[in-house]
């Protein structure tokens, strides 16, 4: 806030560009150790043209915002997932910005919808997709490998929403 009480804005541009292997070593807000090495494998399934994988850049050209699209893991769709803000910037539109990139890239698959899974204890991304025309479907049991702050690795389980969104 400024000496009147006013909070001051800043405005910066954004680009949204494929996210690279090189970029990883800079995006340790987006997760652990064992998360990147994840999306590091995903980053293998783009050059077969599996995935895609993007990255919200300002001026800076380092990631501030990343997420893949998955071409393989339901027909007929382009399934938006691993999708993250730096904590310090979300709900500054870079996620929605993210998304319209990852639906962007759906429709040049000529593909009739994207999907997304929202754990269903994540309220304000559910509220985002709902926002941004997803509806559910159905609800799903997942789970993943987490590592913990001490380094060990525990298995996560919870259950999903499926979303769909139809991109005529």
């Known amino acids: 806030m400024d000496a009147g009480g006013t909070a001051d804005r800043v405005t910066l541009p954004v680009v949204v560009r494929d996210l ?11 997760g652990s150790r064992l998360h990147l090495a994840a999306v590091a494998g995903e980053l293998t399934r783009v050059r077969a043209g599996e995935v895609d994988y993007l990255a919200v850049c300002p001026p800076s050209g380092l990631p501030v915002a990343i997420g893949a699209v998955d071409y393989v893991d339901r027909p007929g769709a382009g399934k938006l997932f691993q999708l993250v803000v730096h904590p310090a910037l979300r709900s500054c539109g870079l996620g929605t910005r993210l998304i319209a990139a990852a639906e962007h890239r759906v429709r040049a698959r000529g593909l009739a919808h994207a999907e997304i899974d929202v754990e269903e204890d994540n309220s304000r991304a559910r509220a985002l997709y709902e926002r941004l025309g997803y509806v559910a479907y159905a609800s799903a049991p997942v789970g993943w490998d987490e590592e913990r702050p001490d380094g060990s690795i525990t298995r996560y389980e919870t259950v999903c929403t499926l979303m769909r969104k139809p991109l005529a």
């Open 20 to 30: 690279l292997p090189e970029d990883l070593e800079r995006c340790g807000w987006a």
